[in-house]
């Protein structure tokens, strides 16, 4: 069998039994409505022994999944635009990581990394060093999720810098921790009820061009401005530990500073003492186009955090940064029990080896080459997208009632989402205002696939707004 080149790339190109095992059919297929009775069914359960506080976006339960498609018990196949929140950019069914995966959890599944510790968690933390930008000495810490690396990172910061003071930004999503939401900007349903919240935490404007007081043009200088007045008239910087920002924030909105933001603010930072700390766990990783967001300006943080996309989808995070920082922590101060499991650990090998050899930044600008037309299409025929944005396979779309006053559109983002469930796309919303469109496909999807999604998007736009 000659190499695949229907987004099969990644699997053995020569082993016909691993092709045939993985095939999902890269088609989609509606077998019952979406979702359909056993899913209904199985919601029925859910209800009965889940707690209601976990929500569930799209409730087809689902069985089997590869690169684009979600198969669901229905024998539904669905279109995936959504990666399970920027999970799984080398796509489900990635032979390298289900290989890597099987050989681990054949050795060991665990030994506690602090007790007996084992090479595939340092063979994750070399290649971080070596991934992130800078040239400088590096350490890691590995975590499960992103939250947790985001409480490590404000840790060693702290102990780093001997100062208390965290600062984020408006839009900012960070986790669902007490601390991580103490830096979370939005309250319903991240934090509503769950105070009080961790202390010394300050909150600055973000650079949101589209919604600019004064302007888009403006926006970099004015940002830049008051987030440094703002720093000084809350807290001072000679009391601030960190600065801590999504280079494009994933949950708040896809928003995106303008060019030259994060190099000023990095750069103020770095002047005053302050560290800053760039939380990628949804926008690094090939997700953008690049391997880390910041890259675009060529941005050295002195702390990253990683989660998400790292380990294919197994739960692995984590925080790398300037060595001298990270040995500023006293022996035993980091850890917990699973934290860099081997089999995720492993995982995150074969991940980061197909996001190398199977050239995913590349992918992923080629995916927004195939999806920005289409939604500037889409903006024009519709008249109620007020942004379009994002960078590599991380776009959004900000939907709004009032082009003038850009008066955000929940319900018309709500509408549309549900009318692509309905025809088997699954896609995903965010933003402080709930009307942000995002796009987060995996980064193994095939192209058709991409251009049947988008004609549903259409589709869709074009029954809610009926
Ligand atoms: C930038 C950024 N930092 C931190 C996190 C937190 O990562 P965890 O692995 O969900 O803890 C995220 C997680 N984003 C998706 C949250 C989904 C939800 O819980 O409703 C992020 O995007």
């Known amino acids: 069998m000659g190499v695949l080149t229907d987004g099969f790339s990644h699997v053995c190109p020569n082993d016909p039994e691993a092709y045939a095992r993985l095939m999902i059919e890269q088609k989609r297929i509606l077998a019952t409505s979406i979702p359909g009775p056993k899913s209904q069914a199985m919601q029925q359960r859910k209800l009965a022994t889940v ?52 050989r681990q959890i054949a050795d060991f599944t665990h030994t506690c990394f602090m007790v007996t510790p084992y090479e595939e968690y340092l063979d994750v933390c070399e290649r971080l060093a070596a991934l992130t930008p800078g040239e400088h000495e590096k350490r890691s810490a590995l975590f499960n999720s992103g939250a947790e690396a985001v409480e490590n990172a404000i840790k060693i910061a702290r102990v780093a810098t001997k100062r208390q003071a965290i600062v984020a930004f408006d839009h900012g999503y960070h986790g669902r921790t007490n601390l991580t939401m103490a830096l ?51 807290v001072g910087e000679d009391n601030v530990a960190a600065v801590i920002i ?52 060529g941005v050295v943080p002195d702390l990253v955090t990683t989660a998400k996309g790292l380990a294919g989808g197994m739960p692995l995070a984590g925080v790398t940064g300037r060595a001298e920082l990270m040995d500023a922590v006293h022996t035993g101060g980091l850890g917990g029990t ?75 983002t709500a509408a549309v989402n549900k009318a692509c469930h309905a025809r088997g796309l699954v896609t995903l919303t965010c933003g402080t205002y709930g009307n942000v469109f995002r796009f987060l496909p995996p980064l193994t999807i095939a192209e058709d696939l991409l251009h049947e999604g988008l004609d549903i998007l259409d589709e869709a736009f074009t029954e809610a707004l009926a």
């Not at 800053?276 to 890259?295: K, N, P, Y």
């Open 246 to 297: 999504e280079p494009i924030q994933g949950e708040g909105g896809f928003i995106v500073p303008p060019d030259g933001f994060l190099t000023a603010a990095a750069q103020w930072c770095r002047d005053a003492g302050i560290l800053f700390i760039a939380d990628e766990i949804q926008s690094g990783l090939c997700r953008t186009g690049d391997w880390f967001a910041v890259d675009h300006e």
């Open 51 to 102: 707690s209601a506080g976990v929500g569930t976006g799209l409730p087809v339960y689902i069985e089997a999944a590869q690169d684009g498609i979600l198969r669901d018990i229905d024998g539904n196949q669905l279109i995936d635009f959504g990666s399970g929140i920027a999970v799984t950019s080398v796509g489900n069914g990635n032979q390298r990581v289900i290989d890597a995966v099987q």
């Open 338 to 412: 699973y934290g860099g499991n081997p089999v995720a650990c492993a995982a995150a090998i074969a991940a980061l080896d197909s996001m190398q050899e199977d050239e995913l930044c590349a992918k992923a600008r080629a995916i927004e080459d195939t999806i920005l037309p289409r939604l500037k299409e889409i903006a024009d025929k519709t008249g109620v997208i007020g942004d379009i944005r994002g960078r590599g396979a991380m776009l959004a779309i900000e939907l709004v009632s009032d082009q003038v006053a850009k008066t955000p559109n929940a319900a018309l």
């Open 184 to 234: 979370t900007a939005k309250n319903m349903p991240y934090k509503d009820g769950f105070g009080p919240f961790a202390s010394e935490i300050y909150r600055v404007p973000m650079a949101y061009p589209y919604r600019w007081p004064t302007g888009a043009e403006h926006c970099l200088e004015e940002a830049f401005d008051g987030f440094v007045a703002q720093v000084q008239a809350q």
